[in-house]
């Protein structure tokens, strides 16, 4: 039978006082092999498919592992053909998986995410929706060039809020974190709001300065205008891919 992976943990880990339930109502077991442990369930696709509270289930599995100690939490429906297919998988990566979990030894990611909202006076796009004449309009390619300054425009402006606050949590929350990532992503308009833009910025923190981390967040908020949210502690998810 088939086996869905929610990540992989140090065996040392995996003694239990009472059984977990993955999806479909499948008990969890463990996959051991030189002291690493992979959490898996049986999963039969003929008889249920995945949807909303599976994934749902599959993420408290592994936040319950995650309360154990370090795991490398995998992607939802990781799926391999058998448990020697698992141990196979262990085997081939077995340094990698024991330096990950190394590093996420004793830590958690925290969230935080930003909305901008591009000011409308350095909304070039705007700009080049004014500009465009009907000899513009009647020539694609001078509207396509002026399309795609604009884009690149909203990317630039993206791309600089997203390093200037990286910096300001950098300062803010030094000596709190021992790695950060961060992305950006637009939003779709909201209440006639354009130009909206997310930033995420992801940090490992050590368990035990996860509330003088929310307490600097608390700091942070008194300086920014803008809507933000902290979330977390949270499985490294974004520290595995």
């Not at 465009?132 to 809020?161: H, I």
């Not at 209440?191 to 608390?218: A, P």
């Amino acid at each position: 039978m088939r086996q869905l992976i929610y990540g992989v943990l140090s065996s040392i880990n995996v003694e239990r006082k009472q059984t977990i339930v993955g999806i479909n109502s499948e008990p969890i077991k463990f996959v051991n092999f030189s002291r690493l442990s992979a959490a898996v369930s049986s999963f039969d696709a003929s008889q249920k498919s995945f949807d909303i509270n599976s994934m749902i289930t599959y993420h408290k599995v592994i936040e319950s592992l995650f309360n154990e100690g370090a795991i490398i939490p995998f992607r939802f429906k990781t799926l391999l053909d058998s448990e020697e297919e698992v141990l196979s998988a262990l085997k081939d990566k077995e340094d990698h998986y024991k330096d990950l979990l190394s590093t996420l030894d004793g830590v958690a990611e925290m969230g935080i995410r930003l909305v901008k909202e591009k000011p409308v006076c350095s909304d070039f796009s705007q700009d080049v929706h004014k500009s465009v004449s009907m000899a513009d309009a009647e020539n694609p390619g001078t509207s396509f060039l002026k399309s795609r300054r604009a884009f690149y425009s909203v990317a630039t402006w993206s791309k600089d809020q997203k390093e200037e606050f990286c910096d300001l949590c950098a300062r803010q929350f030094e000596g709190l974190f021992v790695n950060f990532k961060s992305e950006v992503s637009p939003l779709p308009e909201v209440q006639n709001r354009k130009g909206l833009t997310m930033i995420s910025v992801y940090f490992l923190v050590r368990k035990d300065l996860v509330q003088k981390f929310r307490s600097r967040f608390q700091e942070l908020k008194l300086i920014i205008n803008d809507k933000m949210m902290l979330s977390g502690p949270w499985p490294p998810y974004n520290f595995v891919i």
